[in-house]
């Protein structure tokens, strides 16, 4: 059963953006993948499609020419409903303390994820969710 209708990966090591696609493919809980390396190719693509359903963005924190940080502060300031049209989790193979509680605390995004991520973990996690989440994207708890 698909829970994700799109599932965007940005990640600007090709190694790990290719093990996570591997990795994907035993998985059956997303429609469709992408995956990109840079946040700018990643919003072009997100702010042309037209997205339905529950959407989920899984994004390294730190790119070498931005943190994730700097590509939620864009979306939230050119196109805020990209908000509300994707679930946001961050990853990073750091465990910075500082950078987990800024993410426990930040509203845009839904979770942090260890890299190497636990694909089998997060699946289960979207299916507990999933009853959450409305068309378009929207939350309701």
Request: net charge negative; glycine share 2%; hydrophobic share 40%.
């Amino acid at each position: 059963m698909n829970i994700v209708n799109e599932l965007v990966l940005i990640d600007d090591d090709q190694d790990f953006l290719f093990l996570y696609q591997e990795l994907l493919s035993d998985y059956h809980f997303y429609a469709s993948m992408v995956a990109f390396t840079s946040f700018e190719e990643a919003y072009l693509h997100m702010k042309t499609s037209k997205p339905m359903g529950l959407n989920v963005v899984i994004s390294d924190l730190n790119l070498t020419l931005a943190k994730a940080w700097d590509f939620l502060d864009m979306i939230e300031q050119q196109s805020p409903s990209l908000l509300h049209d994707y679930q946001y989790y961050i990853c990073s193979c750091s465990s910075n303390p500082v950078d987990i509680r800024r993410v426990k605390n930040d509203p845009r995004v839904v979770s942090f994820l260890d890299k190497p991520i636990d694909f089998e973990a997060f699946e289960s996690e979207l299916k507990a969710h999933s009853h959450c989440v409305q068309p378009g994207g929207m939350h309701f708890s």
